[in-house]
């Protein structure tokens, strides 16, 4: 069964650190372009960063570039979201999602397979 | 305020059809064939109905279909059933800032 469990998420103050991380089951990982897409309480998707199957390319929306950064180890079938500097605005259900199909689409694809979330509180 | 417009809600009886739709610009919706279509429960997690503008994934029913005009793509769900009240979201390539742009979402009430 194609998979993608997202774990990390919790309680942290403005200004904090938090590392999201998603293992990926089910599939060639290594093959797919992979993202992230958060959701705030009862508002709607925000896509937040891609990154290429094999690193080679990155993006970030411009209300987290310079403060989160994107990763992926293919050996360990996982992508990770290092988040700085966190603000309250940041506090959102964190969903990892699959590209399709295979190889790097370069944003010129659709997202098939979403994780369950993982909660992020960005809060004093 | 989301990259793409559609309606905040939509309603209709079981059995009808509604359409939602989905604005965008020639940078995003209407230059490119990379739109699709999500459907999100409350509490869960969003599910692919459509994609590339009119295209089903295996397993989603046939009453949903989509289609595009211009820079407005639509989504179109024929016999509406009662588990069909849910949020939807159009998602479109784009070529400007970034690569990804969602629409705001939008509410389907089955009355």
């Known amino acids: 069964e194609v998979q993608l469990v997202e774990s990390g998420g919790g309680l942290v103050k403005p200004g904090g650190s938090l590392r999201l991380s998603c293992s990926a089951s089910?599939?060639?990982?290594?093959?797919?372009?992979m993202n992230w897409v958060r959701q705030a309480p009862g508002k709607g998707l925000e896509w937040v960063s891609s990154i290429g199957s094999t690193g080679s390319y990155i993006y970030y929306a411009d209300s987290v570039k310079g403060r989160f950064t994107i990763s992926r180890d293919n050996a360990k079938n996982s992508l990770y979201l290092q988040m700085n500097s966190l603000r309250a605005a940041d506090t959102a259900v964190y969903y990892c999602v699959r590209d399709h199909p295979p190889g790097d689409r370069f944003g010129r694809d659709t997202f098939d397979i979403w994780g369950q979330g993982t909660m992020v509180t960005v809060s004093s | 305020q989301s990259a793409l417009t559609q309606p905040a809600s939509v309603s209709g009886s079981p059995g009808q059809s509604i359409t939602i739709s989905c604005t965008g610009t020639t940078s995003d919706v209407g230059g490119y064939n990379f739109v699709s279509w999500y459907q999100q429960h409350p509490g869960k997690a969003p599910k692919l109905m459509i994609y590339?503008?009119?295209n089903r994934p295996s397993g989603v029913s046939n009453r949903f279909s989509g289609s595009k005009s211009g820079n407005t793509a639509s989504l179109t769900i024929s016999g509406l059933h009662a588990e069909d009240e849910a949020d939807y979201y159009c998602?479109?390539?784009?070529?400007?800032?970034?690569?990804?742009?969602f629409g705001g979402g939008t509410k389907v009430t089955v009355l």
């Open positions: 998602r479109s390539y784009s070529s400007s800032n970034t690569p990804v742009v």
């Open positions: 590339d503008v009119s």
């Open positions: 089910g599939f060639i990982f290594s093959h797919y372009s």
